[in-house]
């Protein structure tokens, strides 16, 4: 079975992890999520979910203290790691190497074990560490994928909006079943 690790961290965006691992479900991808306190309370403010309704979501969830689960290690295989939406704290500590709780600990091994890591990073205007950090993990093999949405298909409403970006992101992890549009031409 295919798996897919999903973070989520404090950047505004819960709306795109959600729909991540619903789309995942869908598609039969087994997922691992793990969630900061500022992810949680950021689906709290802007989805009204609380953990155990995010977790509930996913098919395996991880506490970000818990550094020896088996998404820790290199041996646990999975096609990808989608951190939605990624924070510039978290990016930060990513780029440079700090493990030092579960989520940042996933995504070493990612790049370690030369996986695609994929940083649905979330900030504007973007400060020269933000650019910085994500030129590290870009040399490190990284993807740094902000959420931008595709004007050009028309979309009607924030949710077309966030499902084209997921449907993308899940192509660039690797997922074949994924169907994001096709661009055809004005």
């Known amino acids: 079975m295919t798996r ?3 973070g989520l961290t404090g950047a505004t965006g819960a709306a795109y992890a959600l729909r991540l691992l619903r ?10 999520l793990i969630a ?36 820790a290690s290199g041996s646990f295989a999975t096609a990808a790691m989608v951190v939605a939406p990624c924070s510039m704290k978290s990016l930060a500590a990513i ?4 493990g030092d709780n579960l989520l940042t600990r996933a ?18 205007p973007l400060n020269l560490a933000h650019l910085r950090n994500m030129v590290a993990v870009t040399e490190m093999g990284g993807i740094c994928f902000p959420p931008l949405p595709a004007f050009y298909h028309h979309p009607k409403s ?8 997921v449907e993308r992101v899940l192509e660039v992890a690797g997922i074949s079943a994924a169907q994001p549009k096709v661009w055809t031409g004005l």
Do not use: F, Q, W
Request: proline share 3%; net charge negative.
């Open 36 to 71: 900061t306190p500022a992810g949680i309370l950021n689906a709290h403010h802007e989805l009204g979910l609380d953990r155990s309704t995010l977790e509930a979501e996913a098919d395996h969830a991880y506490s970000p203290g818990d550094i020896g689960a088996c998404i």
């Open 95 to 98: 780029a440079h190497g700090l």
């Open 4 to 6: 897919l690790v999903v």
């Open 107 to 124: 995504a070493d091994v990612t790049l370690k074990e030369r996986r695609r890591l994929i940083l649905m990073v979330r900030e504007t």
């Open 158 to 165: 924030i949710d077309e909006m966030v499902a084209e970006t």
């Open 23 to 32: 789309r995942a479900r869908e598609l039969g991808v087994e997922t691992h």
